[in-house]
């Protein structure tokens, strides 16, 4: 347990701050023993430095007011790139005289979707490591109608040419003409995964999107728009990320 220091800002208001709630919310948390300092749990009265990392529930609190964090809905025919020695529109042209972010994680140029755009390398970090296994949802049209044992191929695994797929959560949304579509989720981010995926299994991609990362979605943000995520909806991406994946959770 972390003693009391003299110095530094009151916890309960930083919290507050970030976005946890009235004073006497936050102070709640401290007192429910949900917050720690430095590793260190805390108790009410603790005051810290703008150097203390802060956590509540295990997930960092963000009290950098640098540190940025936007949503792109990607249109196709954009790089995720910050610069394109060919001269094509990327995804920095929509952030316009925001800070200075970077991209997390790629969707190809004929991929649109919702994109995370952010200065927090340790974000990204968590987003985009296959250990911490953030799900991030596609919808995709394809060709043809999928069997249910193609289906069951996408969720076990498919055998591509860097290796055997990760389960994957897979299921078909509806029928449109002669195509279907599925919605696939992957906690890997490899290069046209999704799109090498369903091309193995005979039915080629048409179109694809990016619906969530982790549980975060935006089915009102229109293509090309962008905006700042809210306190809580980084809290709760860090906290998909910290999440190790379980194994019921690794198919469906
Ligand atoms: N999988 C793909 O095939 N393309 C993307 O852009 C993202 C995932």
Known sequence: MRQPTASG???QKVLARAGFGSRRACELLIDGGRVAVNSERVTLGSRVEASDRITVDGVPVITDTNLVYYLLHKPVGVVTTVSDPQGRRTVMDFVGDRPRVFPVGRLDYDTSGLLLLT???????????????????????VEGDPSPAAIRALRNGID????????????????????????????????RQVRRMCEAIGHPVV?????????????MLPVGAIRAL????????YAAGLREPKSSESNR
């Open 230 to 237: 809210e306190a809580q909806e980084v809290r709760a991406l």
């Open 160 to 191: 591509l040419d860097d290796g055997i797929t990760a389960p994957a959560r897979c299921r078909v949304l509806g029928r449109r003409d002669s195509h279907s579509i599925i919605e696939i989720e992957i906690h890997e981010g490899r290069n």
């Open 9 to 11: 800002e009151r916890l």
């Open 207 to 219: 179109q694809l999107s990016r619906s969530r990362i982790a549980e975060l979605r935006d089915a």
């Open 119 to 141: 200065n927090d390398g340790e974000l990204a970090n968590v987003l985009t490591h296959p250990r911490h296994g953030v799900f991030k949802t596609y919808v995709a049209e």
